[in-house]
């Protein structure tokens, strides 16, 4: 023949078992629990994660494929006109520095998986210098 006719079948791949899932997860996400700690005058520790449940099983969370995740960090002097500042930490916990002494802020923390939501807003006033030294 001078013109070859081709006739092409496609059906759906078969669905691999094999894949890890995450079925310990829900959609709706809670929202983190941040700790906020002194470290100087213009530093602060943060430390967050999610309450956990004793009677959950977390080891289906563990299996799952993506454990390299990442969490936003905002903070900002405490007044509704300043801007968030914001961090990427691939880690549950960060110092976050170059802040005024005697100084009120405001931090945050939530996870980068789709719809996730800010933890609650934690407030903390840094030290003065002479309170951190004597201590």
Avoid: M
Avoid at 8 to 31: D, E, H, L, M, W
Avoid at 99 to 128: M, R
């Amino acid at each position: 023949d001078a013109e070859p006719r081709y006739l092409v079948s496609v059906r759906p791949a078969r669905v691999s078992n094999n894949k890890k899932s995450c079925s310990g997860r829900t959609k709706t996400q809670k929202p983190l629990q941040l700790v906020v700690g002194t470290l100087t005058p213009t530093s602060v520790f943060l430390s967050w994660g999610i309450l956990v449940n004793p009677q959950h099983d977390w080891t289906a969370t563990s299996n799952c494929a993506s454990d390299s995740r990442f969490y936003t960090v905002r903070y900002r002097e405490k007044d509704k006109d300043k801007k968030w500042v914001f961090q990427l930490c691939p880690v549950t916990e960060t110092v976050v520095d170059n802040l005024k002494p005697n100084t009120l802020y405001e931090f945050g923390v939530k996870d980068n998986v789709e719809d996730s939501i800010w933890s609650k807003t934690f407030n903390h006033k840094t030290v003065l210098s002479s309170k951190y030294l004597a201590i």
